[in-house]
Antibody, heavy 117, light 112 residues
Framework: EVQLVESGGGLVQPGGSLRLSCAAS????????MHWVRQAPGKGLVWVSR????????SYADSVKGRFTISRDNAKNTLYLQMNSLRAEDTAVYYC??????????WGQGTLVTVSS | QSVLTQPPSVSAAPGQKVTISCSGS????????VSWYQQLPGTAPKLLIY???KRPSGIPDRFSGSKSGTSATLGITGLQTGDEADYYC?????????????FGGGTKLTVL
């Protein structure tokens, strides 16, 4: 069974940093592109970032470019999102998702990030 | 403002049919596969339709997808109260050099 389990969310002050993790199991992690998607309270889904299967290529939404870094450790079957210079508007539930056949086929349960003083 | 445009809400009675539209451009829907996601209240999104019109294992055939040009449509027949959810379309957008994934703003389905 495919499982994606996010962790690392919490309350952080504006300007602070946080690193999210997504532990993958049930599939060959190193074969798939992975994405981060976020959802602010009461709002829609917003794509954040993606990384290719070997970690050599990444892309970001304009709203997080230069502040967030996506990475992966295929030996540990884990996806990461390093978030720096956090702003109130980054407050959201962050989901990791596995990509395949041009779609986001599997999603984690999400981890809540709250940026507030 | 989302890159893909969906109606904010749709509604229909149990047993009826509903369609949800998703409008984009040549840099996204026009040249890439569209997928649809169902998000039940308080849960993570779930893939409903991929490659424009394919259903993952376990998704009933009451759900269907289609694409024409720069628009896509999700259809749901035999509506059930358990179908009340938010529905999102998504696709790859190649307008920027590195590409990006884009979603519609979401459509809230109410089964009256």
């Amino acid at each position: 069974e495919v499982q994606l389990v996010e962790s690392g969310g919490g309350l952080v002050q504006p300007g602070g940093s946080l690193r999210l993790s997504c532990a993958a199991s049930g599939f060959t992690f190193s074969s798939y592109w992975m994405h981060w998607v976020r959802q602010a309270p009461g709002k829609g889904l917003v794509w954040v970032s993606r990384i290719n299967s070997d970690g050599s290529s990444t892309s970001y939404a304009d709203s997080v470019k230069g502040r967030f870094t996506i990475s992966r450790d295929n030996a540990k079957n884990t996806l990461y999102l390093q978030m720096n210079s956090l702003r109130a508007e980054d407050t959201a539930v962050y989901y990791c998702a596995r990509a395949s056949s041009g779609s986001l086929v599997s999603w984690g349960q999400g981890t809540l990030v709250t940026v507030s003083s | 403002q989302s890159v893909l445009t969906q109606p904010p809400s749709v509604s229909a009675a149990p047993g009826q049919k509903v369609t949800i539209s998703c409008s984009g451009s040549s840099s996204n829907i026009g040249n890439n596969y569209v997928s649809w996601y169902q998000q039940l209240p308080g849960t993570a999104p779930k893939l409903l339709i991929y490659d424009n019109n394919k259903r993952p294992s376990g998704i009933p055939d009451r759900f269907s997808g289609s694409k024409s040009g720069t628009s896509a449509t999700l259809g749901i027949t035999g509506l059930q109260t358990g179908d009340e959810a938010d529905y999102y379309c998504g696709t790859w957008d190649s307008s920027l050099s590195a590409g990006r994934w884009v979603f519609g703003g979401g459509t809230k389905l109410t089964v009256l």
